[in-house]
Every structure is written in structure tokens, then in C-alpha cells.
């Protein structure tokens, strides 16, 4: 059957689809944030729109609406960023949980695609507890992104450090592998290219701005959409072994 855009049909189609047997929804959980010099504010929630579909596509899903904006505070030191805070989040994540419970779906599968959306999205399932009806399915271990980042490493000769956390080589990658016309190639520059698990317990702790002033941990000159394609075959194998 594959994928279906939920926001594209009409509430009668969804009752159809409903009473066919297709009863579960996969929503993306990204961001609107500043990404480097090279990336649109987008990012997150462009990797989310096409994340979610590879895997609403693969369970034969409604695919929702990617959420846009997330728990970004580490990077409101670049304009454009937009944040909500985790009380927020929390409601957000329980509201769509409780629509589509009612609505009749049956599965709700929840796939962040902005580093920081991880940790509150587990505290928010947490709280939330069971919903009637709706089983919800959920990535919320981090640390998948590090087998990106390893995928890199073992088979393009990337380093961790330079795969990155933020707007690095792979994220640069997986993005102008499916929306090639959006990065600003000549604004290509390494920022902070340290130790990834110094930069983990800094960028949360300060922020983005003091530990890189262009907002990129990590280094993109060498991303490709070649490196892209394949990192995408290694996020959706990972997913579907999380959400399967």
C-alpha cells in the first residue's frame, strides 16, 4: 500500500482507510534552527519529512505532518531559531497522542529528528502514560545518531569529529541527498571539530554560540549526496529495527 500524507486526504478518506486496516500514523518531531552558514533553519524538520515517509512507506502508514519546531534553546544564539520550551512540548506530544486516539487510529509512531527533541520526548511519554486504545512507538535513544556518524567513519574515512553533532558532514549529506537545491555550497566551513563528547556535554550546558561561532559542530566540506544516499539506507534500517 506504502505511504499516505494524512493532511493531503479528506476526513472521509481517512475513515475509509481507518475501516481498511490502515490504522497507524508516523510523525516527525524536527526543528526550526539555525544550522551554519550552509543549511537552512529547515534542517531538522526537512530530514523529518522525508524520514517519516521512508518509514510510513515501509509499514504501509498514514504519514502526519511533520512538527516544525522543537526544543531548540541551545541555539537561540542565532537569529532565526525558533524554541518551545519542554512544558510545551510535553502538551504538544500529548495532544496529538489524544486526537488520534480518538480519532481511531490505533499506533502512533514518534521519530525526532533534532538532537535535542530525544531526551524531552522520552520525559514526555513518560508523563503522558498509557493513552486508551493507542499504543506509541517512539525513538529516544540519541544514540543512533552516533551509528550515522560511525557509518562515516568506516566507510567514507569521515572522523567523529568531523561527521559532527550539528550541520557536519553527515547532516550536510543526508540533506543535499534529498533537497540538493537548498544548502549554500560556498559557505562551507569547519567549526568545532573537538571531541564529540565534549561537545555533547557543552552545547547543552552553554549553548551553541561559545563553543562554535558559526553554529556547526563539526566539518561539511567533505559531505556529498553519494555520502547522503547511504547514510539514509543506514537511519532507516536502524529505525525500522526500533519501530518495526
Known sequence: MGALELDKLTWVEVRDELRAGRDTVVLALGATE??????????DALLGDHLAAEIADRLDAFVAPTVRIGCSE??????????????????????IARSLA??????????PTHGGNFAPLASALGRLGPVEGLEIVAVTDITALLAIAQLG??????????????AGEWETSMLIAVRPGLERAGERAPGYVGPPREAVAR????????LSATGVIGDP??????????????VVEIVMDAVG
Open 74 to 95: 541551545h541555539h537561540l544564539g542565532f537569529p532565526g531559531t525558533l524554541s518551545i520550551d519542554e512544558a510545551t512540548f510535553d502538551a504538544l506530544v500529548a495532544d
Open 153 to 166: 567513519e568506516e566507510e567514507h574515512g569521515v572522523s567523529l569529529a568531523s561527521g559532527g553533532l550539528h
Open 34 to 43: 539555525q544550522h551554519g552558514p550552509h543549511l537552512p533553519l529547515a534542517t
Open 221 to 234: 566540506t567533505a559531505a556529498s549526496a553519494d555520502h547522503g544516499r547511504r547514510y539514509w539506507g543506514g
Open 203 to 210: 552545547l547543552f550546558a552553554e549553548g551553541v554560540e561559545p
Open 102 to 111: 480518538r480519532g481511531g487510529f490505533r499506533r502512533l509512531v514518534l521519530l
